[in-house]
């Protein structure tokens, strides 16, 4: 996998509100990845010292030369979420945060919750 192409920004074109419900989140990856996840949930939302989390998958939304672009929209219950990304490509699965790449572990996800994508927006 390029890694070196994967790009993701909580501001911008990148993590914006669609309206007082909904955000639209996007990734850059290189045309090498396969499918992307996003994992999201509520920061405070903890069950049993887990956190409480969902995954969806991104669409692709666009493609160039070089790169693909993945969208998902989401829906944050009480409107804010941390986030992050599930990359597959072939048979690798890396997990994108904050903290960059990791290759996830065959015993299931990392500790990626602790350093996920939290966007903060102002009100307008």
């Not at 396969?34 to 994992?39: A, F, G, L, P, Q």
Request: net charge neutral; proline share 3%.
């Amino acid at each position: 996998m390029n890694t070196a192409a994967i790009f993701h920004r909580t501001q911008d074109n990148w993590c914006y509100p669609l309206d007082n419900k909904r955000l639209h989140i996007r990734l850059q990856t290189a045309l090498d990845v396969d499918s992307v996840e996003i994992v999201t949930g509520d920061p405070f939302d903890w069950h049993e010292g887990k956190w409480t989390c969902d995954t969806h998958d991104l669409r692709r939304c666009g493609q160039t030369a070089l790169h693909q672009y993945w969208e998902a929209e989401v829906a944050p219950k009480w409107k804010r979420t941390k986030y992050y990304f599930v990359l597959h490509s072939g048979t690798q699965v890396w997990e994108y945060s904050e903290r960059g790449l990791l290759v996830q572990g065959t015993g299931g996800r990392t500790d990626q919750h602790r350093n996920a994508f939290n966007p903060i927006f102002s009100r307008r």
